[in-house]
C-alpha cells in the first residue's frame, strides 16, 4: 500500500512549484515535510492527494497508476492549519459525516466515532456545534473526522499550529502512537524542526520546490546532505564561515588559524565551508575551543535563554546561549565552538564531514 511519486514536477504559469522529484511513502509510516513557507510542503501535498494534477511524472498507489485519478476516488484524508468543520453539525455528526458516506453499519458508527472523541479530549463537547467550541477543539475536531476514516493516506498540514502550547505537546506526543496503529501513510507539514524530531519517523526536507534529502528524521538532522539542508533542519538556521585549509592549518574568514587536526578527518587543501548550530556556540571558551571575535547586533531573552544575533566580518550569527544575558547592541563579543559541533561542507555545499558528536550520537 505505499505511495509512490516518480519524476512528479509542478509548473504553473511558468513557475516551478516543485522540481522533479522520486519519493516512496510506505504504509504505517510517519513522514514529516520540513521546510520554510512556500517551500513546496502544501503543493507537494496537494499532488499527492490528487488535488492538482503533476506537470510530469505519475504517482503510484498499490502500484497502481492514479496520476488523472480524481481526489473523491481515492481513499484521502486531509487536514489544514485553518480547521474546516461543518457549522450547522454537532461534533459527533461532523465526526461521523465521511462514515455515513460510506454507508456503515450505525453501531460501527457510533463506536468509531466515541473513540475518535475519546481520543482528541472531545467527549464532554460532542453534542455542541462547532461555533460552540475553542479554536482548540474546533482543529480537534477536524482531526477526529480526518483520523476516524481510517483513510490509507492522511495529509496533515501544519494541524497544530492553531493550538495551544499544552495541547500541541500533548498531540505531538500521540499522534505517531494513532499513526502506527491505523496501518496508514501519514505526511505530516511543518516549519519547526523541533516538531520534526519530536514526531520521528521519516523526514523530507524542502527548499525552494526542491526535496533536498528523506530518510529518518535523526539521520536527516544529524547528517544532513547538504548545507541547504542543514539550514532548514536547524532553528535558527545553522551559521555559516568559510575557512581555508592550507597544510596543516585552517584559517577562519579573516581570523584565528587552528590545526586542521582540531577537526579530525584528513582533508584536501582547498575552501571550504564550516556550519553549526545556534545553541553550539558559547560565550564562554576552554582549552580546545575555537575563538571568534564579533559584534553584538541585539539580543532576545527568551525565559532561561537568551538568542544573540551577531555580525562577524559581515555574516550574520545566531547564538542560542543559557542564561538571561543583559548585554548591550555594537559591543564587542568573543564567541567559542568546540570543533566535535563542526559540520564542514565543500564549496559546492556538499557535506564533507559530519560534526563527531552527531556521528556519536
Known amino acids: 500500500m505505499s505511495l509512490t511519486l516518480e519524476n512528479v514536477s509542478k509548473v504553473v504559469g511558468g513557475a516551478t512549484h516543485i522540481?522533479?522529484?522520486?519519493?516512496?511513502?510506505?504504509?504505517?509510516?510517519?513522514?514529516?515535510?520540513?521546510?520554510?513557507?512556500?517551500?513546496?510542503?502544501?503543493?507537494?501535498?496537494?499532488?499527492?492527494a490528487g488535488l492538482d494534477q503533476p506537470t510530469t511524472g505519475r504517482i503510484l498507489w498499490k502500484d497502481e497508476d492514479v496520476t488523472g485519478q480524481r481526489v473523491q476516488d481515492r481513499k484521502v484524508a486531509m487536514v489544514y492549519q485553518q480547521f474546516?468543520?461543518?457549522?450547522?453539525?454537532?461534533?459527533?455528526?461532523?465526526?461521523?459525516?465521511?462514515l455515513r458516506l460510506l454507508k456503515l453499519d450505525k453501531s460501527e458508527i457510533d463506536r468509531r466515532v466515541r473513540e475518535a472523541a475519546e481520543l482528541m479530549q472531545l467527549t464532554p463537547q460532542i453534542d455542541?456545534?462547532?461555533?460552540?467550541?475553542?479554536?482548540?477543539?474546533?482543529?480537534?475536531?477536524?482531526?477526529?473526522?480526518?483520523?476516524?476514516?481510517?483513510?490509507?493516506?492522511?495529509?496533515?498540514?501544519?494541524?497544530?499550529?492553531?493550538?495551544?502550547?499544552?495541547?500541541?505537546?500533548?498531540?505531538?506526543?500521540?499522534?505517531?502512537?494513532?499513526?502506527?496503529?491505523?496501518?496508514?501513510?501519514?505526511?505530516?507539514?511543518?516549519?519547526?524542526?523541533?516538531?520534526?524530531l519530536l514526531l520521528g519517523g521519516h523526514c523530507a526536507t524542502l527548499w525552494e520546490g526542491r526535496v533536498t534529502q528523506f530518510g529518518p528524521t535523526p539521520s536527516v538532522y544529524r547528517r544532513p546532505v547538504d548545507a541547504t539542508t542543514a539550514r532548514v533542519f536547524s532553528d535558527p538556521p545553522m551559521n555559516f564561515v568559510d575557512v581555508e585549509k592550507r597544510g596543516a592549518m585552517l584559517r577562519f574568514g579573516k581570523g584565528a588559524e587552528v590545526p586542521a587536526a582540531a577537526l579530525g578527518g584528513d582533508l584536501a587543501d582547498g575552501t571550504y565551508k564550516v556550519?553549526?548550530?545556534?545553541?553550539?556556540?558559547?560565550?564562554?571558551?576552554?582549552?580546545?575551543?575555537?575563538?571568534?571575535?564579533?559584534?553584538?547586533?541585539?539580543?532576545?531573552?527568551?525565559?532561561?535563554?537568551?538568542?544573540?544575533?551577531?555580525?562577524?566580518?559581515?555574516?550574520?550569527?545566531?547564538?542560542?546561549?543559557h542564561g538571561v544575558r543583559h548585554l548591550e547592541p555594537d559591543q564587542p563579543l568573543r564567541v567559542h565552538l568546540h570543533p566535535r559541533h563542526v559540520y564542514l561542507f565543500g564549496e559546492s555545499g556538499r557535506l564533507v564531514q559530519p560534526a563527531p558528536y552527531a556521528e556519536a550520537a
Open 275 to 321: 556550519g553549526f548550530r545556534p545553541n553550539h556556540l558559547s560565550l564562554e571558551g576552554g582549552e580546545d575551543t575555537l575563538t571568534f571575535d564579533t559584534t553584538l547586533i541585539v539580543t532576545e531573552i527568551t525565559g532561561s535563554e537568551t538568542f544573540v544575533h551577531l555580525d562577524h566580518e559581515g555574516q550574520r550569527w545566531v547564538g542560542l546561549v
Open 84 to 98: 474546516i468543520n461543518y457549522p450547522s453539525m454537532s461534533v459527533y455528526d461532523n465526526i461521523a459525516s465521511p
Open 128 to 196: 455542541r456545534k462547532p461555533l460552540e467550541l475553542s479554536g482548540g477543539q474546533q482543529q480537534r475536531c477536524a482531526l477526529a473526522r480526518a483520523l476516524v476514516k481510517n483513510a490509507g493516506l492522511v495529509l496533515l498540514d501544519e494541524p497544530l499550529a492553531n493550538l495551544d502550547y499544552k495541547l500541541r505537546e500533548e498531540l505531538r506526543a500521540e499522534i505517531p502512537k494513532i499513526f502506527e496503529r491505523s496501518g496508514s501513510i501519514f505526511v505530516y507539514a511543518t516549519t519547526e524542526p523541533e516538531e520534526a
Open 19 to 48: 522540481h522533479k522529484t522520486d519519493l516512496t511513502l510506505n504504509p504505517g509510516t510517519m513522514n514529516v515535510l520540513l521546510g520554510p513557507t512556500s517551500s513546496g510542503k502544501t503543493s507537494l501535498m496537494r499532488l499527492m
